[in-house]
Antibody
Framework: QLQLQESGPGLVKPSETLSLTCTVS??????????WGWIRQPPGKGLEWIGS???????YYNPSLKSRVTISVDTSKNQFSLKLSSVTAADTAVYYC????????????WGQGTLVTVSS | QSVLTQPPSASGTPGQRVTISCSGS????????VNWYQQLPGTAPKLLIY???QRPSGVPDRFSGSKSGTSASLAISGLQSEDEADYYC????????????FGGGTKLTVL
């Protein structure tokens, strides 16, 4: 059974870079049928797609975040990572990683999520 | 403001049938499939409906989805207390910068 687990600091200072890693277990990140994505949810608000990556390194990003986002993949570790630069309080959210079926907006399964707070 | 439009809230009594709408445009719902997610309180979202009307294994057939033009709907029949959750629609958007778009979410209350 495929499982995803987010990891990374729970507190980031304003203007710094948020870094998270998603570890995939129970399956290979190098599958040709899937992208791997990040989605976030500010407290009490809705879901926002951040971006997705293919095992080859091909990426799609949310246009509103594109200038600050980098998603990378490490197939040897079965992991993919998120970096969000120049963070502000507005970036405080629960960050989820999930597998995405190509070419749809079909995410399954999801990680449990990790809360990242931006505060000094 | 979300690209896909959902009502912020919906409600029903046990046993009732409720529907949740999701309105988009020709670049998203109009040209791509719609997926629905259920988010129970304090948990991660879970795929509920994919490809407009398909249920993943384990999802009760009380849940159904449909799409027409640039709108989609999620229907829940035989409403149960455990259905109280937030529901989100999502679709791929083929606009200039291709990306995933979500609806703003609908909070379903079982009265």
């Amino acid at each position: 059974q495929l499982q995803l687990q987010e990891s990374g600091p729970g507190l980031v200072k304003p203007s710094e870079t948020l870094s998270l890693t998603c570890t995939v277990s129970g399956g290979s990140i190098s599958s040709s049928s899937y992208y791997w994505g990040w989605i976030r949810q500010p407290p009490g608000k809705g879901l926002e797609w951040i971006g997705s990556i293919y095992y080859s390194g091909s990426t799609y990003y949310n246009p509103s975040l594109k200038s600050r986002v980098t998603i990378s993949v490490d197939t040897s570790k079965n992991q993919f990572s998120l970096k969000l630069s120049s963070v502000t309080a507005a970036d405080t959210a629960v960050y989820y990683c999930a597998r995405r079926v190509v070419p749809a907006a079909r995410f399954d399964p999801w990680g449990q999520g990790t809360l990242v707070t931006v505060s000094s | 403001q979300s690209v896909l439009t959902q009502p912020p809230s919906a409600s029903g009594t046990p046993g009732q049938r409720v529907t949740i709408s999701c309105s988009g445009s020709s670049s998203n719902i109009g040209s791509n499939t719609v997926n629905w997610y259920q988010q129970l309180p304090g948990t991660a979202p879970k795929l509920l409906i994919y490809s407009n009307n398909q249920r993943p294994s384990g999802v009760p057939d009380r849940f159904s989805g449909s799409k027409s033009g640039t709108s989609a709907s999620l229907a829940i029949s035989g409403l149960q207390s455990e259905d109280e959750a937030d529901y989100y629609c999502a679709a791929w958007d083929d606009s200039l910068n291709a990306h995933v778009v979500f609806g703003g979410g609908t909070k379903l209350t079982v009265l």
